[in-house]
């Protein structure tokens, strides 16, 4: 029948649809109007049930992840979602140890430790705060200082590296280095960087003499641009402590042989000489197979943590300062991987050094992702792509025992006609991409 007419007045079509606007607009509001009273009405009656009947209520609490104990009202009303399974409000409770992460870091890095700091924040130390202690050939810049203040809250502590630490080996000479720079600038990766000689000196037997750094009990080395992704609820630092572990590892690639031709002639060398200082048995058959070679496998250094006293020690302190008078550091290009490991493995058995399974970690060149279902959970990256699972050097980890201090001398004596320093190896370099 349509709109009924009102004194012989038609009403236009606008009229009509403005009628039609106003009745919605009535309707909608009165909906919400009931809508919000039902609301009240019922949050009022949950409310005021919690508040009567808590000991009958505590598995809400549970359920939403809060402490019967000390939660309150507002923490349901406002919807508090379950608590994260890590809080990173809190410390995390338990004993630590005197340690600190460390970082040799140019200021040009500022953008890859914000990173890496980033992550391990998320992952560990937002809840351990540990100190970072940082490490630079140059002053660090005011701008580089305020961008770490402003990624972690935790104590960064920082310091400047002079000659002593930054410099040649007393058996070389900058024209013979220049000289050697030169001739391998094309043959591996950093063949022709000084101040990557510099800092493989650095980290292989100085760091830990640094005033900042030779107090300290513990240390675990971090690097510019790398990543974390598993999180850590336990101290790795306490779990190698409680259980008499001295060196930790996450990656174990092969060195490029041409870096270290003769590395391990000396090292024979300085075995031979030094028996007095090793243990009556050690890991060394990880490195050296029965045939007496060096297999190129080491621990990848730029992630370690290690209890301080292997560095300390007199046999590594002997082992380094034999190393630094053999001209290797310069005049070829050891690396502090090959040197920390070939010293771990010579100085520990098998179970003072572990590998961190657990801990997903990618530095540019490789990354490790645990497969285990249990360790997986904890993690955001594909174990699908870990380098560790495919890789001859991990697989001999697991598979080698301890070698008797005899035996190496034996295997040792056997094969001493195959090296002598002015021998030149023409394998091809199979780690050059990758730092050592």
């Given at each position: ?221 971090l690097e510019p641009d790398v990543e974390y992704f598993c999180d850590l609820d336990y101290d790795p630092f306490v779990f190698m402590r409680d259980r008499g572990m001295k060196y930790g590892f996450t990656i174990a690639p092969r060195e490029g042989r041409r870096t270290v031709e003769t590395l391990w002639y000396h090292t024979r060398e300085w075995i031979k000489n030094n028996t007095d200082l090793l243990p009556e ?156």
């Open positions: 029948m349509g709109i009924p007419q009102l004194g012989g007045y038609k009403p236009t079509a606008r009229i009509y649809k403005l009628g039609l606007l106003l009745a919605a607009a009535l309707t909608v509001c009165a909906t919400l109007w009931m809508l919000s009273s039902s609301l009240s009405s019922v949050s009022s009656s949950f409310v005021n049930g919690i508040k009567g009947s808590k000991g009958h209520n505590n598995n809400n609490y549970h359920h939403n992840g809060l402490n019967p104990a000390t939660a309150n009202d507002d923490d349901l009303l406002v919807g508090r979602l379950p608590a994260a399974r890590i809080s990173y409000d809190q410390p995390a409770e338990g004993e630590r140890v005197n340690a600190a992460i460390i970082a040799l870091v140019r200021n040009s890095e500022l953008d890859g430790l914000r990173k890496s700091i980033r992550m391990f924040e998320d992952r560990f130390n937002r809840r351990f705060k540990y100190p970072y202690v940082l490490l630079n050939d140059q002053n660090f810049t005011q701008e580089f200082r305020d961008g770490i203040a402003a990624i972690t809250k935790n104590e960064v502590r920082y310091g400047v590296l002079d000659s002593d630490y930054w410099g040649y080996s007393p058996s070389v000479t900058p024209e013979g280095t220049e000289k050697k720079l030169e001739e391998n600038k094309n043959r591996y990766l950093y063949g022709g960087s000084l101040s990557y000689r510099f800092m493989c000196r650095f980290q292989s037997g100085l760091f830990y003499k640094h005033p900042l750094v030779r107090d300290l009990d513990w240390y675990w080395r048995r050690s890991l060394v058959n990880w490195v050296m197979g029965t045939d007496g070679h060096y297999n190129l496998c080491h621990f990848w250094s730029n992630f370690e943590i290690v209890d301080m006293s292997l560095y300390r020690s007199a046999a590594y302190e002997s082992y380094f300062q034999y190393l630094d008078n053999s001209q290797g550091f310069f005049y070829e290009r050891w690396g502090d991987a090959p040197i920390h490991s070939i010293a771990a493995t010579l100085l520990l058995e098998k179970g003072q050094v572990h590998w961190f399974e657990d801990i997903g970690y990618k530095h540019p060149g490789n990354m490790h992702c645990p497969r285990d279902p249990g360790m997986l959970a904890k993690c955001i990256c594909d174990p699908g792509k870990a380098y560790t699972y495919r890789s001859a050097c991990q697989a001999r980890f697991a598979k080698v025992n301890n070698m008797a201090k005899e035996r190496m001398l034996e295997i040792i004596h056997n094969s001493e006609k195959e090296y002598h320093p002015s021998d030149k190896s023409e394998d091809v370099d199979q780690a050059a991409k990758h730092r050592s």
